[in-house]
């Protein structure tokens, strides 16, 4: 069973920037596909963006395209979302996935939660100033 983790959640002031981690257990997490997503008090939970097993794939919402960025160190089982010009609209909990990605095409534009097996617990990220 792959167990995600996710850290570097906060509170940030309005026009702030955060580094979230997502890490994995175990070598087995080069297979997956890694999504990031949010989800806010009273509202559905949506896909921010997502990387594929090897790094070369990377899709983004659109709102989220130039604010965003994300990445990940096979080495180090984990995968990031660097987060910058944080409005209080950003304000959520944040959580990482997993998808098996054999074919490199679990990682799609659509971003969608349920393409994902595996979940980690969340991160609260908090703008406010």
């Known amino acids: 069973q792959l167990q995600l983790v996710e850290s570097g959640g906060g509170l940030v002031q309005p026009g702030g920037s955060l580094r979230l981690s997502c890490t994995a257990s175990?070598?087995?997490?080069?297979?997956?596909?890694i999504g990031w997503f949010r989800q806010a008090p009273g509202k559905e939970r949506e896909g921010l963006s997502c990387?594929?097993?090897?790094?070369?794939?990377?899709n983004y919402r659109d709102s989220m395209k130039g604010r965003f960025t994300i990445s990940r160190d096979s080495g180090k089982n984990t995968a990031y979302l660097q987060m910058s010009s944080l409005t209080p609209d950003d304000t959520a909990i944040y959580l990482c996935?997993?998808?098996?990605?054999?074919?490199?095409?679990?990682?799609?534009?659509?971003?969608?939660?349920?393409?994902?097996?595996?979940w980690g617990q969340g991160t609260q990220v908090t703008v406010s100033s």
């Open positions: 990387i594929g097993r090897d790094g070369t794939v990377t």
């Open positions: 175990g070598s087995v997490s080069r297979f997956y596909a």
């Open positions: 996935a997993a998808a098996i990605d054999p074919s490199l095409r679990a990682c799609t534009p659509a971003i969608d939660k349920g393409q994902y097996q595996h």
